[in-house]
């Protein structure tokens, strides 16, 4: 990836995550200042409930007190007072009595706690009361009351009537229902329910023990797991309850509501409606939403202009570098900026100049290396035939001393070998000469096995008098020059000749495909060290006690003018293996032969 | 009402024994399955015509397919198939009331005649002035139909009418409020019937566990005010004799009662009746009683029932046709009653409890209120009034 496309993309992810994480902590936010307000408003409602519930306590206990000082109950009070009461005649009472006071419950027992008359279960006449003692509470309470259809929840007062010698016991109440629930001022949103705790110890929901103050909203259902919890632990707990995809989040509050003997008879349910919340979470998705989008397009647009702005010094720099590699170390950035990449690019641009004129002495130094190679060699090359000469000379000086039948014959010994001296100096100087003028290829398609088995066809003799087994496996074609590939390939044979005198295995091998072609040389001589390997293209060195030092240079000049490489493995006491790969180089074919091909 | 227009042969007494009206005397014979009822000379219907065999042995037939009645000079006979030894008693009941037909017409012997009827609201009857027995001593009786308690007893508060129905528990709360109060003795049967025979032995324990359950007497007393009487029997004890020996309940000790539901019962459903709200109480009453004893009892007041609440007033005040009348109108078998004694009246109703179907509550009173210038009231047992007899006397300012 570019550093263009990797700043682009980092800007756009700096971008989208900045967006991503103010939406994240405004949403947070907005939930915590929800929920704080939520809690504020259920803690109100419930506040505004427990108000209501002691002010409809002291309501009950008022009414509960009216009839404890109504006529009709001190006459009841009398008849209680007498040894054997008969209490038949205020069957009916009770009735009447929480009629008149609009009461829901009303008992009437006497101070054994025999109840007298229940409006509520008249049919309990002659029953027990247990609230109907001294102990019984005197403020308002909770109470799970028995009516004739079952249990129901009421809020209650108890008045003792006393007498002289016996006292009267008056239970009052009102149901805690729908009617009472609907007496609560509600804020928008919210509603309050009321679960009737009225199996004593009831652990499980019974969904026809709740009341709501408002309509259904179906999420009835999914209250039941708090309500348990509750039940459980009888401790306030809250929870968002979510019945159905219609039905909208809502948060309920629940507060457990004890009796006088700390059981657990009601549990108060405060709803809020998380619909606002939602709504406000939406809002702030969709306005995340439309900033990253928007923030994305302008940060790509952004990003772009600046990515260019910043890389474009860069990839100059990047392309000069390419140039440099390339080989052109002429490259140069243009110093644009005074900032760390115009310091960058005028290191660099310091640089390639330092480069070129290291080159420069670099290759001054080679060629004085270079020079004194040569005239060391020459020297050396041209010292060897010169000895002779010298020897033959002052031979042939002292010759004329002798007499002149020894004069002629040295003279004629003499004459043959600064004869064969001087062919040697001057196949010395023709070698160098040669390599000097080493001809550029003339491309042409060359089919690698015809070319390898003639290259061994020439050291077909010396193959067979050194004891040389030769292999030559090569298929494909190559564009070159036949001759320079002759030359280079009659070398890596002789040399592998040379290196196997006692005999050994020569293989000659040869593949090409659309691309490459590459050739294979190897012997089983004694190999050559890692050293030796890789000085072994060094124009004028060689291992061996007799040569010029140019073969090897000769065949990497010939691979390297058809653009191909060689390189050499060896392993001592094993053999050594020349490969050589080239270029197809078909563009390089006169057009004819690229036709034929 | 029917007994001020229309006449039966016979006429139970306070004590249900059976007195001669429009017939004279009779005899039994071929052991109870033949009787000879001599009819009164003189009786005259409305339209004149005389009281003769024929009418008599017509009007019996039409309501008793079952008997062969045959008409002689002054008498009729009676074939059953079966003895038949409350057959006088049995001619006292109203169903065997002497009618001719004329033009589609009913025509009685009574003392009373029918001059307007509204059915179901309003009744207006005159005085018969051929009245065998002779004339009543008040011209007119106007009969509202169809009030309830509550609304009788304001219109006799606003001095609308002279005598006013009164319920079993409004009789003491009545009579303490000053008022002239004709009650009978107890006589209506208030009883939990069954709608099933038992299905089991655990259900018949269950059924006598219940039976005993009952504070009848706190009903009576509290809820009724005394007006009836705690009952284990199907007949009253002033008309058989016997129903001592068949104890209300309350008797259930701890031990008895886990012996009798040692296993657990399917709760019952109870119905009674919602308009009446002292049948209301009676109803939780029951409940409360079954679920100390450990049964539970579900209340309803419509619709499909284990239990039914009911009270059945008879028309008879002689045992035997009372006992026939329980038994079919509690669904249960109807009794032979071939016996004349007192133990096959004590076996048959025995046998009628033994069920399980029927448990008896209490015997309730009917009572009548009547104003203070209003003379001469008299109500039989079985509750049929007798206005004939009554006169009145001039209201005090």
New interface residues.
């Given amino acids: 990836m570019s550093f263009r496309r990797r700043l682009l993309l980092m800007f756009a992810l700096t971008v989208v995550i900045s967006v991503a994480a103010v939406a994240v902590i405004v949403s947070y936010m907005a939930r915590r200042a929800f929920d704080r307000a939520n809690d504020e408003r259920s803690a109100a409602l419930v506040a505004q409930f427990r108000r209501e519930f002691n002010r409809r306590g002291e309501d009950v206990a008022r009414r509960v007190q009216t009839i404890a000082a109504d006529p009709e109950t001190s006459r009841m009070a009398l008849a209680a007072s007498k040894p054997t009461p008969?209490?038949?005649?205020y069957?009916d009472d009770a009735q009447v009595m929480a009629e008149a006071q609009r009461l829901d419950f009303l008992e009437i027992a006497d101070d054994r706690g025999t109840i007298i008359s229940s409006a509520q279960?008249?049919?309990?006449?002659?029953?027990k009361e247990p609230l109907a003692n001294a102990k019984a509470p005197t403020v308002p309470f909770l109470k799970e009351e028995e009516t004739?259809s079952g249990p129901e929840l009421g809020l209650f007062a108890v008045r003792n009537l006393p007498s002289a010698e016996h006292g009267l016991f008056i239970i009052g109440g009102i149901r805690l229902d729908r009617t009472f629930l609907s007496t609560l001022d509600l804020p928008a949103g919210m509603r309050v329910l009321l679960y009737e705790n009225l199996d004593s110890g009831a652990t499980s929901f019974a969904p026809q023990h709740l009341i709501s103050s408002s309509e259904p909203s179906g999420n009835e259902l999914g209250l039941a797991a708090l309500i348990q919890r509750v039940q459980h632990d009888a401790k306030d707990a809250n929870a968002v309850v979510s019945s159905s995809p219609a039905a909208d989040d809502e948060t309920v509050n629940a507060i457990p509501l004890k009796g006088e003997n700390d059981q657990l008879l009601g549990i108060l349910l405060v709803g809020s409606s998380r619909r606002p919340y939602n709504e406000l979470r939406g809002q702030i998705r969709s306005a995340a939403l439309l900033a990253a989008g928007s923030g994305l397009a302008v940060a790509i647009l952004l990003s772009s202009w600046l990515a260019a702005r910043v890389t474009r010094p860069v990839e100059k720099l990047a392309q000069a570098a390419h140039e440099v590699a390339a080989g052109n170390w002429n490259a140069h950035v243009e110093v644009s900026s005074e900032d760390e990449i115009g310091q960058l690019a005028d290191t660099f641009n310091r640089m390639t100049a330092e480069l070129l004129q290291q080159q420069d002495r670099l290759v001054q130094a080679e060629r004085v290396a270079a020079w004194r190679d040569l005239a060391r060699r020459l020297g050396h090359e041209l010292k060897n035939p010169l000895f002779p000469l010298q020897l033959t000379v002052e031979n042939l000086i002292r010759s004329r001393e002798l007499g002149q039948q020894e004069f002629d014959e040295t003279f004629r010994e003499s004459s043959t070998t600064l004869l064969a001296e001087i062919s040697h100096l001057k196949t010395i100087v023709s070698r160098f000469s040669d390599f000097a003028r080493m001809p550029q290829p003339q491309f042409q398609r060359v089919e690698l096995r015809e070319l390898l088995e003639n290259v061994v066809k020439v050291y077909q003799a010396q193959l067979s008098k050194t004891n040389i087994t030769c292999v030559v496996e090569a298929t494909g074609s190559v564009a070159g020059d036949p001759d320079l590939l002759h030359l280079a390939f009659s070398n890596l044979v002789l040399n592998a000749i040379e290196a196997m005198l006692q005999g050994g295995r020569l293989g000659v091998r040869a593949s090409a495909d659309q691309s490459t072609a590459r050739v294979e040389v190897s012997d089983t001589g004694k190999g050559i060290t890692h050293e030796e390997s890789a000085r072994l293209f060094t124009p004028y060195y060689t291992s061996k006690k007799e040569g010029t030092g140019l073969g090897l240079a000769v065949v990497q000049s010939i691979v390297s003018d058809h653009g191909g490489r060689i390189s050499v493995r060896s392993e001592l006491g094993k053999g050594t293996t020349f490969i050589i790969e080239l270029p197809s180089n078909t563009e390089k074919l006169p057009s004819a032969w690229s036709a034929r091909t | 009402m029917t007994g001020l227009v229309f006449e039966t042969l016979v006429r139970l007494d306070d004590r249900g024994v059976p007195q001669p009206h429009l017939a004279t005397s009779w005899q039994a014979e071929s052991g109870d399955q033949r009787w000879r009822i001599f009819l009164r000379s003189g009786v005259t219907f409305r339209d004149g015509a005389r009281l003769d065999a024929a009418t008599v042995a017509a009007s019996l037939r039409a309501a008793n397919p079952d008997w062969k009645v045959m008409a002689a000079a002054d008498a009729v006979v009676i074939e059953t198939a079966s003895p038949r030894p409350a057959l006088p008693a049995e001619l006292a009941l109203m169903s065997n009331s002497v009618a001719r037909h004329e033009n589609g017409k009913a025509i009685g012997t009574g003392p009373f005649l029918i001059s307007q009827f509204d059915s179901g609201k309003h009744l207006s009857l005159k005085a018969n002035d051929q009245y065998w027995n002779g004339r009543p001593f008040v011209d007119s009786v106007e009969i509202e139909l169809g009030k309830s308690y509550r609304e009788q007893n304001a219109l006799f508060d606003l001095g609308k009418t002279d005598v006013i129905e009164i319920a079993p528990e409004n009789i003491h709360r009545a009579e303490a409020g000053g008022r002239t109060v004709v009650s009978s003795r107890p006589f209506s049967l208030m009883a939990l019937a069954f709608a099933e025979p038992p299905k089991s032995a655990d259900e018949s324990h269950a059924r006598n566990a219940l039976a005993m359950s009952f504070d009848t007497t706190a009903i009576n007393h509290v809820v009724l005010q005394d007006g009836g009487e705690p009952t284990g029997a199907l007949l009253p004890n002033w008309l058989s004799g016997y129903a001592f020996v068949f104890p209300p309940g309350k008797n259930l000790d701890a031990a008895r009662r886990e012996k009798l539901l040692a296993r657990r019962i399917t709760p019952w459903t109870l119905r009674y009746d919602a308009a009446d709200p002292v049948s209301r109480v009676i109803a939780e009453r029951i409940q409360l009683n079954a679920r100390d004893t450990g049964l539970t009892i579900q209340l309803a007041i419509s619709g499909a029932s284990d239990l039914n609440l009911l009270e059945i007033s008879p028309s008879s005040a002689d045992a035997r046709v009372q006992l026939r009348e329980l038994a079919s109108a509690l669904g249960l078998p109807a009794p032979k009653l071939t016996g004349n004694s007192a133990a096959d009246l004590y076996a048959e109703e025995k046998a009628l409890l033994d069920t399980h179907q029927v448990i008896p509550l209490l015997q309730l009173k009917s009572a009548v209120s009547v104003r203070a210038n209003v003379h001469g009231w008299n109500s039989s047992t079985s509750g049929e009034w007798h206005v004939e007899d009554v006169w009145l006397s001039p209201e005090k300012p």
Avoid: E, I, R, T
Wanted: glycine content about 8%; proline content about 15%; overall charge neutral.
């Fill in positions: 008969d209490y038949s005649a069957l279960w008249p049919a309990k006449f002659g029953y004739p």
